[in-house]
C-alpha cells in the first residue's frame, strides 16, 4: 500500500472515530504522526477536514466531501487490485532509510537476499541524519530504516538487531587530548556521550554539534576537538588516516532493521523482513 492510501485510511478511521487518541492506538501511529497526516491532507485539499472544538472532534463539511472521496479511491483501488493479473514474483517500491555508511557497509549484505528473492522490486535508498531515521519511518516517509535502536523503541516499530559497533573517542594526531568536544547534536551516541561524560565526571567544554557522523569525523580531522562516533562510521572514513582514538569505556551501539509493526503483514516488508544475510 502507498502512503497515501495509507493517509486515506487514518483519515477514515478518524472520520468514523473522532477520536485522535483512539485512532491512533488502533491504527499503530504515534498522536503526532497522525496529527502531521490530517495537516498533510487538509495543506493538499486546501481547507480543513476536521474540527477540533469544544465539544470535541467533528467533520466540517469539506471534510465529509472528502470522506466520500476516500472511500471511494480506495474502493477503486481494491478493485483494481483484485482485478489484476498474478505477478509473477514481488513486485513494487520499497523505500528504506540509511546513512551513508550504513549504505556502504551493512545495506549491500542486507539487501542481497532480497534482491535474489525477488529481483523485480525496486529499491529506493534515501540517507540522512541518523537521529532522523526513526521519526522518518514512523511518519511514513519510509518503508523501513536501519538505525540505531534505543533502549526503548516506540510501540508503533519493531526492530531485528543487524550490528554491534563500539562507540569510539578520536582526535586529529596532531591535536591536544584534552581539548574540547565534537558531539552530534542529538541521537543515540550523543546520548551515550554524555552518560559517559557523567560516569567519568568529564564537564565538557562542547566545540561543535554537527548533524552526521561523517560531518563530525571531519571537524576532528580538522583539529576542532575530540569526537564520539560508531567505530564503523570511523573504519569507513575517509580521514581515517588523520585521526587517533583514544582509550574510552563507551558503551556499544546496536543497529537494527526497523519497520512498523502495522506494516509487517504487507508482502514487501515481510519479505524484507524474513530474508537473512
Known amino acids: 500500500m502507498s502512503a497515501e492510501h495509507r493517509e486515506l485510511e487514518l483519515f477514515l478511521h478518524l472520520a468514523r472515530t473522532l477520536n485522535y487518541g483512539r485512532t491512533s492506538l488502533e491504527c499503530h501511529v504515534s498522536a503526532a504522526t497522525l496529527t502531521r497526516t490530517i495537516q498533510r491532507l487538509e495543506t493538499r485539499v486546501g481547507a480543513q477536514l ?15 466531501r472528502f470522506t466520500a472521496y476516500a472511500e471511494q479511491a480506495l474502493e477503486l483501488w481494491a478493485d483494481y487490485r483484485s482485478g489484476s493479473a498474478e505477478p509473477t514474483g514481488l513486485s513494487g517500491e520499497l523505500r528504506i532509510f540509511a546513512t551513508v555508511t550504513a549504505c556502504q557497509t551493512l ?26 531515521a526513526l521519526a522518518r519511518l ?7 530504516a536501519v538505525a540505531g535502536i534505543p533502549k526503548r523503541l516506540p510501540q508503533t516499530l519493531v526492530s531485528r538487531p543487524v550490528a554491534v559497533t563500539d562507540l569510539v573517542l578520536v582526535k586529529a594526531r596532531e591535536s591536544p587530548s584534552d581539548g574540547p ?17 557523567r560516569k567519568t565526571g568529564v564537564k565538557p567544554v562542547i566545540a561543535a554539534e554537527p548533524d552526521g557522523h561523517e560531518a563530525l569525523l571531519a571537524l576532528v580531522a580538522l583539529g576542532c576537538g575530540t569526537g564520539v562516533v560508531p567505530r564503523l562510521v570511523l ?4 580521514v581515517r588516516d588523520q585521526l587517533t582514538e583514544l582509550p574510552a569505556d563507551l558503551e556499544p551501539l546496536t543497529i537494527g532493521l526497523c519497520a512498523r509493526r502495522a506494516d509487517l503483514h504487507r508482502p514487501l516488508i515481510a519479505a524484507l523482513w524474513d530474508l537473512r544475510p
Do not use: C, K, M, N
Not at 138 to 144: C, M, Q
Not at 235 to 238: F, G, H, L, N, P
Open 235 to 238: 573504519e569507513s572514513s575517509a
Open 50 to 64: 476536521l474540527d477540533r472544538g469544544p465539544r470535541g472532534v467533528v467533520l466540517t463539511a469539506e471534510g465529509r
Open 107 to 132: 545495506l549491500p549484505d542486507l539487501l542481497a537476499p532480497l534482491r535474489e528473492e525477488h529481483p523485480q522490486i525496486r529499491l529506493d535508498i534515501r540517507t540522512g541524519d541518523a537521529a532522523a
Open 181 to 197: 568536544y565534537v558531539v552530534p547534536a542529538r541521537g543515540l551516541v550523543r546520548e551515550a556521550a554524555f552518560r559517559w561524560f
Open 138 to 144: 514512523d511518519e511514513g516517509e519510509v518503508d523501513a
